[in-house]
């Protein structure tokens, strides 16, 4: 496709954006559908809105399935948005045990999702530790994983080469060392204080009760069980290339990945790459900064793949 109709092909998608009627982001909250699907004995939340083509939302942490709520509310009018809450969080079971945190089965509670909903595979979207799941979900499943669409959570292989030879990777990535060294909660769940940055919207109610739900054990042990202990070491096995489409987008002032983490990301991928860099914008691109841009150029995207062959 030359570079005219392409770039046609996008206004016309982003025109379309903008002419759609959309759910306001606000309300999707009480316009969700409440679920739960069980992983070996594990109950797992999640929530669901429209119909189409499903889309997979995966949080990070320590965040909710709220995060997603501007690309779930303006996707949900032609495809079938799910957001998960994460085992630990909110609604979902809080299983005891550094194991039960092991990549294996957070990848299985997608699965279990999927088998939930009956379907066979889906875009896998996912945000922070949300990323990490989604990476890992699309090179253990290439079947099940039509799109995988990443928010600020580098490719895992490109993240560790960092860790282990980029210093000021090494200070912004203490906080790890003190997480999966550490016994007991680290002070606990501040729920009052995790709900403080949406004081004063519609939100802040509803990020406070899923806080309080929330076992923030649970939570750093998703970290004692992915990382090991110090000196992190490059990833010298090798490369299982990601099979298949990939956008990625990326806020240039995240304060927990130096930049140089999207270095040679590429070589992890074995289908079309397509990085979205945003300047001035840090951790949480998906719902900071210009959201409408990152929304319009989500779907413009997945559109995009579904016109291919």
Same mark, same amino acid.
């Given at each position: 496709?030359?570079?005219?109709?392409?770039?046609?092909? $996008? =206004?016309?998608?982003? !025109?379309?954006?903008?002419?759609?009627?959309? +759910?306001?982001?606000?309300? !999707?909250?009480?316009?969700?559908?409440?679920?739960?699907?069980?992983?070996?004995?594990?109950?797992?939340?999640?929530?669901?809105?429209?119909?189409?083509?499903?889309?997979?939302?995966?949080?990070?942490?320590?965040?909710?399935?709220?995060?997603?709520?501007? *690309?779930?509310? #303006?996707? #949900?009018?032609?495809?079938?948005?799910?957001?998960?809450?994460?085992?630990?969080?909110?609604?979902?079971?809080?299983?005891?045990?550094?194991?039960?945190?092991? =990549?294996?089965? =957070?990848?299985?509670?997608?699965?279990?999702?999927?088998?939930?909903?009956?379907?066979?595979?889906?875009?896998?979207?996912?945000?922070?530790?949300? @990323?990490? +799941?989604?990476?890992?979900?699309?090179?253990?499943?290439? *079947?099940?994983?039509?799109?995988?669409?990443?928010?600020?959570?580098?490719?895992?292989?490109?993240?560790?080469?960092?860790?282990?030879?980029?210093?000021?990777?090494?200070?912004?990535?203490?906080?790890?060392?003190?997480?999966?060294?550490?016994?007991?909660?680290?002070? &606990?769940?501040?729920?009052?204080?995790?709900? *403080?940055?949406?004081? &004063?919207?519609?939100?802040?109610?509803?990020?406070?009760?899923?806080? *309080?739900?929330?076992?923030?054990?649970?939570? =750093?042990?998703?970290?004692?069980?992915?990382?090991?202990?110090?000196?992190?070491?490059?990833?010298?096995?090798? +490369?299982?290339? +990601?099979?298949?489409?990939?956008?990625?987008?990326? &806020? !240039?002032?995240?304060?927990?990945?130096?930049?140089?983490?999207?270095?040679?990301?590429?070589?992890?991928? @074995?289908?079309?790459?397509?990085?979205?860099? !945003?300047?001035? $914008? &840090?951790?949480?691109?998906?719902?900071?900064?210009?959201?409408?841009?990152?929304?319009?150029?989500?779907?413009?995207?997945?559109?995009?793949?579904?016109?291919?062959?």
């Amino acid at each position: 496709m030359s570079k005219l109709p392409l770039l046609s092909f $996008i =206004l016309s998608m982003l !025109l379309a954006v903008q002419a759609n009627a959309q +759910i306001d982001a606000d309300e !999707l909250y009480d316009l969700v559908e409440h679920h739960y699907a069980d992983n070996d004995g594990v109950s797992i939340h999640y929530v669901s809105l429209g119909e189409g083509p499903l889309l997979i939302f995966i949080h990070g942490f320590p965040n909710q399935w709220y995060d997603g709520r501007h *690309q779930m509310a #303006a996707l #949900a009018d032609g495809y079938k948005v799910v957001a998960i809450s994460l085992r630990g969080y909110n609604r979902s079971d809080k299983p005891r045990g550094v194991e039960n945190y092991e =990549l294996p089965h =957070l990848t299985g509670d997608v699965l279990a999702v999927m088998d939930d909903l009956d379907v066979q595979s889906a875009t896998i979207v996912g945000h922070d530790w949300g @990323g990490i +799941i989604a990476w890992s979900f699309a090179e253990a499943y290439p *079947q099940k994983t039509e799109n995988l669409v990443i928010f600020n959570r580098p490719h895992p292989r490109s993240r560790k080469r960092e860790m282990a030879l980029n210093n000021e990777q090494k200070e912004r990535s203490a906080y790890i060392a003190r997480f999966t060294n550490s016994e007991g909660d680290l002070g &606990g769940m501040d729920a009052e204080r995790r709900a *403080q940055s949406h004081q &004063g919207t519609v939100w802040y109610e509803r990020y406070l009760a899923a806080y *309080q739900r929330s076992d923030y054990e649970a939570m =750093l042990n998703y970290y004692r069980a992915y990382y090991p202990k110090p000196p992190w070491m490059v990833d010298e096995s090798p +490369i299982v290339p +990601i099979q298949v489409p990939v956008l990625e987008f990326h &806020g !240039l002032e995240d304060g927990a990945y130096v930049n140089e983490s999207l270095n040679d990301t590429w070589e992890s991928m @074995g289908r079309d790459f397509t990085l979205v860099t !945003l300047p001035g $914008i &840090g951790h949480n691109s998906q719902n900071t900064g210009d959201i409408q841009f990152v929304t319009s150029m989500l779907r413009s995207w997945l559109e995009m793949q579904k016109s291919r062959p």
